[in-house]
């Protein structure tokens, strides 16, 4: 029987007439969102509730009253049933003073104590105890002012009178955090023999433990001493061996060299600090608004889901200055911590760099080379954010792309995030990539300077006021993607069934961890494309880019739009990749309203355009998802200069060409799947009446060259035309010069040239194509593939494989786009056989047959209506079939 002088359930159940009142005056000012919003599905009926709260006070103990009266839970003010308590609720810290008085810890375990002891003897006894979290002002909203944001929830308990200023300032962004129950029968029935003084210690301690543990992923973890950071850094054995290394080098004083390690540690550190973060989340929710029409993130709850109890490292794609601002906004203001941010050191400017340290950046030089100290430092520093939780963001592709595509990963931060790890895997790592797409981007015209050979604009504060003009600008809509994260044990388990004694030795690096970092690298650039975001000027750059002038008829331009977006829904590339919902004529009005594209009007039909100028910054957003185009691209190329091809044939040439297309696209199939992909393709294509499949399907065929089934072929070919005509620059740069003439540096030189040349001759539009970087990654592939190599004085070697390439190039190359490029590229007198275009025929094997009704077609006076309509629109003739 319980005992007889603990107080009766039925006494003093209500709140005092004091309290009730107190919560009735504090009502207008204080708004609660609960989480979960429904608490009490959590509880067990029939079982008595008592609360538990991180810090003793008035204000709390109001709000809880008031979230569990909302939520139809057991009033904290009540009696604890079958206890001495005379209320359901103790709190783990008090307050001493009353204005401006700060929290102790106070005596936790009594509470714990008296509970323990109303357990003993009565064995059918339990009690539920419910951790709750109570924040104020934990996310401001854009209504309310700067001031407030100072008062906005952090690590610091404030005394009274701040948490009065909180309440009044922010009551209205209240969060009440109802954590699972736990049964103190069950806890002490695991517990053993541990007395009641011990287990109430152990039970404090654990809370302790819990409300730190969410705190910390509500408003960040606590690291508002930079000082303790860079304490640790410096103490870590590591660095001191670093510092004394380095005294002995430059024959300096120990004193000296520490100092040296200090600053350098100063300057890379980052001095995170929660009234910055909250300041600044006003201040950027007024900028967005001038900025964008709005910011959609999609899959963020998947992500969020995946995130607890992992290290996060949050690995964007990196297209403009505004990704890590938008990043960090938005998890902000999404409730989740603020990663500390990876910056270029070039952006540690006056007045910018201080706010961007606070706000969790941290920053590094462009290289290390030369400077162990340095490396050894930034290891380190990297090595206890990773070990303290503090999750962390960082871009692989090193800078931000000027293409659109998505560039060559570097592994310098992930084979030191891979490396703390396997130093101290306490926490295991998870790596969330995310697709961050843009509808106009600030930077895009030093972008194409930067392309076209101007030098890149050293970023400086003069810079940045000048740049206050983008301001005058609307920039449509961003969307931030999570792809599918990637844990980094499965596949450190798969590299090495004892990698956990890799960590022993912290300057030990093991065979398999290059292989490691190379595979993650790749895995998350394919994780980030997965995630795409195609919004309405990717599917107008697809379509107009690929006319000779960057002109369509307003009808042709609606089927072809219609025809993309069936694409993408009928052969989805991953469940992550979103569309518009917007229909082809919202789109084109969308263009418009932009400034994308323009109307000219005529009464045989309207004409849409691009600009020379907007078209090669179209080219940008055309590239963003060319990757999702692949499949279908490489199809339609087929059919550029054959009429007829057998199935056979496409998928066999398919799955030699994959290699490369997959390295530059950073396409998720293997060359099984590829091929799978390709068949669902041409079925698809078939069904649409763009091909049509005789001999059982195993032969296909397309109409003549002037029907509009062969229109919208052409038009989605050219989306991927200009990667071979690149490849086709490489072998020809090659074989012209012969084996053993070029290193692999002079070659992408030639490339570089050649393709620079035919870019002024041609008037492409697509500064990419003579990217240097795309050169450098296809003879990269081809060294993978073996079919080219470097012989012992550094020069290029390849073997016959590379006619075989020149042979597969002609059936997708017109024989006037060959003579074009090996009449340009830079090489002795030899003309080898391999690139030589000739007259012939490609071999039967390739099933190559020459449209001559098309090309009867292109010779002839007359011209189509399609081709009438751009000649009025431009004023001059516009080819249509443009290399055909």
């Known amino acids: 029987m319980p005992n007889t002088t603990m107080v009766d359930s039925t006494v003093r159940r209500r709140a005092p007439w004091w309290f009730n009142l107190a919560g009735q005056l504090l009502q207008p000012w204080v708004r609660i969102r609960r989480d979960p919003a429904e608490p009490a599905a959590l509880l067990q009926p029939g079982v008595p509730v008592c609360y538990v709260i991180e810090r003793d ?58 509970l323990v002891h109303s357990l003993e003897g009565v064995p059918e006894l339990d009690v539920q105890v419910v951790p709750v979290a109570i924040y104020v002002g934990r996310a401001p909203s854009r209504e309310t002012g700067w001031f407030r944001v100072l008062f906005s929830e952090n690590w610091v308990m404030v005394g009274r009178f701040g948490r009065l200023l909180a309440l009044l300032l922010n009551g209205r962004d209240t969060v009440v955090h109802f954590s699972a129950p736990v049964s103190l029968r069950s806890v002490l029935e695991e517990s053993g023999e ?13 809370l302790r433990i819990h409300f730190r543990r969410i705190r910390a992923a509500v408003i960040g973890p606590d690291l508002s001493h930079r000082r303790t950071v860079v304490d640790a850094v410096l103490a870590a054995e590591p660095v001191r061996a670093a510092i004394a290394a380095n005294a002995a080098k430059e024959k300096i004083s120990h004193a000296k060299a520490w100092r040296k390690a200090h600053k350098m540690l100063l300057e890379i550190a980052a001095d995170y600090s929660h009234p910055v973060v909250r300041s600044a989340s006003f201040v950027l929710s007024s900028f967005w608004n001038k900025l964008y029409d709005g910011i959609a993130m999609h899959h963020f709850d998947k992500a969020r889901a995946a995130a607890p109890g992992y290290e996060v490292v949050y690995v964007p794609s990196h297209r403009s200055h505004a990704d890590y601002l938008l990043m960090s906004y938005q998890l902000h203001v999404s409730g989740v911590v603020v990663p500390h941010i990876a910056a270029g050191v070039n952006l540690n400017l006056p007045v910018i760099g201080p706010i961007l340290r606070r706000g969790g950046a941290f920053f590094m030089r462009r290289s290390f080379t030369g400077n162990p100290l340095y490396s050894v430092v930034f290891k380190e520093y990297m090595a206890q954010l990773i070990d303290r939780g503090v999750p962390i963001e960082y871009f692989t592709e090193g800078t931000r792309s000027r293409t659109g595509r998505l560039l060559s990963p570097r592994g310098g931060l992930l084979s030191m995030t891979v490396r703390a790890f396997l130093r101290a895997p306490r926490r295991p790592v998870l790596f969330q990539p995310v697709y961050i797409g843009y509808e106009k981007l600030m930077e895009g015209n030093s972008y194409i ?41 499965p596949l450190l388990d798969a590299a090495s069934s004892d990698w956990r004694s890799a960590g022993l030795d912290p300057e030990a690096k093991p065979e398999w961890l290059n292989a490691v970092v190379s595979q993650l690298a790749e895995k998350i650039q394919v994780n980030i494309n997965r995630a795409a975001d195609v919004n309405p000027i990717n599917l107008l750059a697809l379509a107009l880019l690929a006319t000779p002038k960057h ?29 518009t919902p917007m229909n082809p004529a919202a789109i084109i009005a969308y263009g418009e309203q932009m400034g994308w594209i323009e109307r000219v009007q005529h009464p045989l039909g309207d004409v849409l355009t691009v600009s020379g100028e907007k078209a090669v910054l179209l080219s940008y957003f055309r590239n963003n998802v060319l990757h999702l185009m692949a499949s279908a691209a490489w199809v339609a190329c087929c059919f550029l200069n054959n009429r007829r091809m057998s199935r056979e044939a496409v998928l066999r040439l398919g799955g030699i060409v994959y290699p490369f297309i997959q390295g530059e696209l950073f396409l998720p199939w293997d060359e099984d799947d590829f091929k799978e992909q390709l068949q669902a393709t041409i079925d698809f294509l078939v069904r649409r009446g763009l091909l049509e499949s005789n001999n059982d399907g195993r032969s296909l065929e397309r109409s003549a060259g002037q029907e509009d089934s062969a229109f919208q072929l052409r038009v989605i070919a050219r989306s991927l035309i200009q990667a071979f005509e690149r490849y086709y620059i490489t072998i020809a740069a090659l074989a012209k010069n012969g084996p053993h003439t070029l290193t692999a540096s002079e070659l992408e030189n030639a490339c570089t040239l050649t393709a620079q040349r035919l870019g002024l001759l041609n008037e492409l539009s697509a500064p990419e194509f003579f990217d240097k970087a795309l050169f450098r990654g296809f003879i990269q592939k081809l060294r993978e593939r073996k079919v080219v190599w470097t012989d012992e004085n550094g020069k290029l070697d390849y073997d016959r494989a590379l006619e075989d390439l020149v042979r597969d190039a002609r059936v997708i190359l017109s024989r006037e786009v060959r003579h074009s490029i090996l009449k340009i590229t830079p090489g002795g007198d030899r003309e080898p056989a391999a690139v030589v275009p000739d007259d012939a025929s490609a071999s039967d094997l390739h099933q190559r047959h020459v449209d001559t009704e098309q090309q009867e077609h292109e010779r002839r006076t007359g011209i189509d209506r399609r081709h009438a309509e751009a000649d009025i629109a431009k004023q001059e003739p516009a080819r249509r079939d443009g290399a055909e």
């Open 57 to 114: 006070g008035f204000s709390d103990a109001l709000i809880l009253q008031r979230a569990c009266r909302e939520a139809g839970l057991p009033s904290p003010m009540q009696p604890l049933a079958g206890t001495r308590r005379r209320r359901s609720v103790f709190a783990l810290t008090r307050r001493d003073g009353w204005l401006f008085g700060r929290s102790r810890k106070r005596a936790a375990g009594e509470p714990l104590r008296q």
């Open 194 to 206: 541990i007395g009641p003084e011990r287990f109430a210690r152990k039970i404090a301690r654990v």
């Open 449 to 489: 300077g930067e392309l076209s050979g101007k030098p890149k604009e050293k970023e400086s504060l003069l810079g940045l006021l000048k740049g206050l003009k983008v301001l005058r600008q609307r920039y449509g809509h961003v969307a931030l993607n999570f792809g599918e994260p990637i844990e980094l044990t």
């Open 551 to 579: 002109a369509m008829a307003e009808n042709d331009l609606l089927v072809q739009l219609d025809l993309g977006k069936a694409l993408l829904e009928e052969l989805p590339y991953s469940d992550r990749v979103t569309l």
